[in-house]
């Protein structure tokens, strides 16, 4: 078969990696991809939101499947406009993937059908929203309502910040039109865990665990980052709380879907909050997490591109997915200064006796070298027996990556491991 696989980071070539072991993969080409993949897959310079490229570019090649991963295309209609042509998809369509496109659209789903999230408020008129600051309670949580990089939350510790931010959202228009609506919303406070699950619509099958590390320094200070290494398992997603979340999380949100017209197929990320009070929703992905993916999909031991066509197909209920026992790591290395300003062009060498995967995902190609091109430059993912060996396995071969101003932090998985001996 012939693949196409839309985007162009570190998620996109876990994706990779993982369905070039399946036998079912013949030729797979990444629009637009990175040259850190080209020996993965086919780079093919077509950017992720240009649907009209995307769409000539299968139809010229006779692509059999298409995985379209990140949010922007895949809320602008990437998997409509495939399908219109008759090419089968792995995601959501439009009218679906709506559930990240629009935080109000998810907090309205959520209260419909009694789905545990934050109490809210909506706003389109800004004013309103300041009076509503008044008798807020701090801290106090601000989201557009619209997609923003994952920028577009602010927790502000008192009325100050949270005008601030109000302003900077409705008024300056900091992430566009994504700022015409906000929602404020209640601050929850418990351990995070990422839940990635296949769904086809039906059948929703959870893949394991992850934890992110969004912030960008040490000790969860700095600023909100794009996510600077995962782990998997998430030890704070006990059984008993995997049980909880299938019941009054995960079915609720496949049923409500369906209800609304809006059946959901594909990848559903489930950000929670285990909270005093039970695990909440705090946000929808209609997509695979980046980093999540690379600790994900290396413990994944069925064929990824089986279990994605069963996604398409309907056919989840009779498809086998199994995780390995194991545990995985990924260090985000990132240039010096991100997420504000930094410089690129650097060379990234890698010495000899790399024991873990690089998933690449800002690097580009300067007169035959492999040079950095973006904030997260790449992710190095260890997989090991438990969680422990895989953290020291991630680290050491971060060390064997080298790139002028590489930042990374020293600490992901170290919540976990903490949570682990408790
Ligand atoms: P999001 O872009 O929705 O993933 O939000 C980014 C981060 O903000 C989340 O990972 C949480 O750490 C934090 N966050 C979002 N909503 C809340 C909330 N209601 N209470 C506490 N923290 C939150
Ligand atoms: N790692 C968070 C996300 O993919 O949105």
Same mark, same amino acid.
């Not at 809320?75 to 109000?104: Q, T």
């Not at 934050?118 to 997609?147: C, H, Q, R, S, W």
């Not at 980046?290 to 197909?313: F, I, R, Y």
């Given at each position: 078969?012939?693949?196409?696989?839309? #985007?162009?980071?570190?998620?996109?070539?876990?994706?990779?990696?993982?369905?070039?072991?399946?036998?079912?993969?013949?030729?797979?080409?990444?629009?637009?991809?990175?040259?850190?993949?080209?020996?993965?897959?086919?780079?093919?310079?077509?950017?992720?939101?240009?649907?009209?490229?995307?769409?000539?570019?299968?139809?010229?090649?006779?692509?059999?499947?298409?995985?379209?991963?990140?949010?922007?295309?895949?809320?602008?209609?990437?998997?409509?406009?495939?399908? /219109?042509?008759?090419?089968?998809?792995?995601?959501?369509?439009?009218?679906?993937?709506?559930?990240? =496109?629009?935080?109000?659209?998810?907090?309205?789903?959520?209260?419909?059908?009694?789905?545990?999230?934050?109490?809210?408020?909506?706003?389109?008129?800004?004013?309103?929203?300041?009076?509503?600051?008044?008798?807020?309670?701090?801290?106090?949580?601000?989201?557009?309502?619209?997609?923003?990089?994952?920028?577009?939350?602010?927790?502000?510790?008192?009325?100050?910040?949270?005008?601030?931010?109000?302003?900077?959202?409705?008024?300056?228009?900091?992430?566009?039109?994504?700022?015409?609506?906000?929602?404020?919303?209640?601050?929850?406070?418990?351990?995070?865990?990422?839940?990635?699950?296949?769904?086809? #619509?039906?059948?929703?099958?959870?893949?394991?665990?992850?934890?992110?590390?969004?912030?960008?320094?040490?000790?969860?200070?700095?600023?909100?980052?794009? =996510?600077?290494?995962?782990?998997?398992?998430?030890?704070?997603?006990?059984? *008993?709380?995997?049980?909880?979340?299938?019941? *009054?999380?995960?079915?609720?949100?496949?049923?409500?879907?369906?209800?609304?017209?809006?059946?959901?197929?594909?990848?559903?990320?489930?950000?929670?909050?285990?909270?005093?009070?039970?695990?909440?929703?705090?946000?929808?992905?209609?997509?695979?997490?980046?980093?999540?993916?690379? &600790? &994900?999909?290396?413990?994944?031991?069925?064929?990824?591109?089986?279990?994605?066509?069963?996604?398409?197909?309907? $056919?989840?209920?009779?498809?086998?997915?199994?995780?390995?026992?194991?545990?995985?790591?990924?260090?985000?290395?990132?240039?010096?200064?991100?997420?504000?300003?930094?410089?690129?062009?650097?060379?990234?060498?890698?010495?000899?006796?790399?024991?873990?995967?690089?998933?690449?995902?800002?690097?580009?190609?300067?007169?035959?070298?492999?040079?950095?091109?973006?904030?997260?430059?790449?992710?190095? $993912?260890?997989?090991?027996?438990?969680?422990?060996?895989?953290?020291?396995?991630?680290? /050491?071969? &971060?060390?064997?990556?080298?790139?002028?101003?590489?930042?990374?932090?020293?600490?992901? =998985?170290?919540?976990?491991?903490?949570?682990?001996?408790?």
């Amino acid at each position: 078969m012939k693949i196409m696989v839309v #985007g162009g980071g570190g998620r996109e070539h876990a994706i990779i990696k993982k369905i070039k072991q399946s036998p079912l993969a013949e030729e797979i080409f990444v629009l637009p991809g990175n040259a850190g993949m080209k020996n993965d897959a086919t780079c093919v310079d077509i950017g992720a939101k240009d649907l009209d490229g995307i769409v000539a570019f299968a139809k010229e090649n006779k692509i059999d499947y298409a995985i379209v991963a990140p949010d922007d295309p895949l809320v602008l209609g990437a998997v409509d406009r495939l399908n /219109e042509i008759g090419i089968p998809c792995f995601g959501p369509k439009e009218n679906a993937a709506i559930i990240e =496109g629009s935080k109000i659209f998810s907090k309205n789903l959520m209260k419909k059908y009694n789905i545990p999230t934050a109490k809210y408020e909506v706003f389109t008129d800004m004013d309103a929203a300041l009076k509503y600051l008044e008798n807020e309670t701090y801290p106090t949580v601000i989201k557009a309502d619209g997609l923003a990089l994952g920028k577009g939350v602010v927790i502000a510790m008192n009325k100050e910040e949270a005008t601030e931010a109000i302003h900077s959202m409705m008024e300056d228009r900091m992430f566009g039109d994504s700022g015409s609506r906000v929602v404020i919303e209640e601050f929850l406070t418990g351990p995070e865990v990422s839940v990635l699950a296949f769904t086809d #619509g039906n059948t929703v099958i959870p893949m394991i665990s992850s934890m992110d590390h969004k912030r960008a320094l040490d000790n969860d200070m700095g600023l909100n980052t794009g =996510g600077m290494g995962t782990i998997a398992p998430n030890p704070y997603y006990t059984k *008993d709380i995997a049980a909880i979340c299938m019941k *009054d999380i995960f079915l609720p949100t496949i049923n409500a879907m369906n209800e609304e017209g809006r059946t959901f197929k594909g990848c559903l990320y489930f950000g929670l909050m285990i909270t005093p009070k039970g695990p909440k929703v705090i946000e929808y992905n209609c997509r695979f997490g980046d980093p999540e993916t690379q &600790v &994900v999909l290396p413990l994944l031991e069925s064929d990824l591109l089986e279990v994605m066509m069963a996604c398409t197909n309907g $056919t989840l209920d009779k498809t086998e997915v199994k995780f390995s026992d194991n545990s995985a790591c990924c260090v985000i290395m990132a240039s010096g200064g991100y997420p504000k300003s930094y410089k690129s062009g650097f060379e990234i060498t890698v010495s000899d006796g790399m024991t873990a995967d690089i998933y690449f995902a800002g690097a580009k190609d300067s007169d035959g070298k492999l040079v950095t091109a973006g904030g997260r430059v790449l992710g190095v $993912t260890a997989v090991e027996k438990d969680l422990a060996f895989a953290i020291d396995k991630a680290y /050491e071969n &971060v060390k064997k990556v080298n790139f002028e101003g590489a930042h990374y932090r020293k600490d992901i =998985g170290k919540r976990a491991m903490a949570a682990s001996a408790n």
